[in-house]
């Protein structure tokens, strides 16, 4: 359960997907001059560097946000570009931020940050990473977290699941996870990410997900390919319950930009 470091594949493709989908609904809610809560309750290290022996091992990054920003493919005035360029101008040229770091960037000293992260290293890490922000990094289980907090204070606010899932039963658990969740906070934006394997594993999950009838839903799916020989991981989800208005539109645009990238 504690092994996963995600430094081998910091800025791979499914990064891009995620953050850039993230990223957007953040500043969508910034737009309104009310306060918000975001809790994730699978944080990482919420830093990395792309230089790192771990990065450079894999090249996932390469073929992701390094490619991705080498062509061009995000608008300069993007939101997860804002997030990127500040951080680079804080920790470095080959600095990625993680989602935590993505969110404490676009996020106000009046919004409300709590993250999970039980690996003790990572959250070691993640803690000296958000020093310069007021945020809460708790060392517990994330599903726990979720749930003792909603609903959050303030009310507004997204809720980003984004396990390893190198625990299996995470696909079986986590509709019904996200069913109480919605139970509780019915305002909530609820953003789940997913890899998607060549031996389908998300599917009955997101049958599950589906079944439920949770509103604004939307599901955003991008494929790329392998990163490696064996490489199970074909591409990457999104499953957004409350989703934002635009979000629909604003995955389309990131669909456009994987499909520019897998041409060249």
């Keep these: 359960m504690l092994s996963y470091q995600h430094i081998y594949h910091a800025g791979n493709l499914a990064d891009v997907q995620k953050h ?17 809560s975001y809790i994730e309750t699978h944080a990482g290290r919420g830093l990395y560097q792309l230089d790192a ?8 990054a390469e073929q992701g ?24 101008k804080a920790h470095g040229a080959a600095a990625y931020p993680g989602s935590p ?8 000293p009046d ?15 993640l803690r000296a990473a958000l020093k310069p922000w007021k ?23 997204l809720l980003l699941i984004d396990p390893s899932y190198e625990i299996k039963s995470d696909y079986a658990r986590i509709p019904g996870i ?24 998300h599917k009955q999950m997101l049958k599950a997900l589906e079944a439920q009838g949770l509103p604004d839903a939307l599901r955003h799916e991008v494929a790329f390919p392998p990163v490696r ?27 456009a930009l994987f499909k520019a990238v897998s041409r060249k």
């Design 229 to 255: 020989e064996g490489h199970r991981m074909v591409g990457s989800g999104m499953f957004v319950v409350n989703a934002p208005y635009g979000a629909a539109e604003e995955a389309a645009r990131i669909s």
């Design 135 to 157: 945020a809460k990094v708790h060392q517990q289980d994330g599903f726990e977290l979720a749930m003792s907090l909603a609903p959050p204070t303030p009310r507004r606010g």
């Design 20 to 36: 850039a989908l993230l990223a957007w609904m953040l500043a969508y809610l910034t737009r309104k001059d009310k306060p918000l």
């Design 111 to 125: 919004d409300s940050l709590h993250f999970a992260e039980l690996h003790p290293q990572e959250n070691a890490a």
């Design 53 to 60: 022996p771990e990065a450079v091992k894999t090249g996932e």
């Design 65 to 88: 946000i390094t490619r991705v920003l080498a062509d061009q493919g995000l608008a300069a005035d993007h939101p997860l570009n804002r997030a990127l360029s500040e951080t680079r």
């Design 101 to 108: 770091l993505i969110a404490a960037s676009l996020l106000r």
């Design 178 to 201: 996200i069913g109480q969740l919605h139970k509780k906070w019915n305002v909530g934006i609820i953003a789940l990410w997913y890899p998607i394997l060549k031996d389908g594993s």
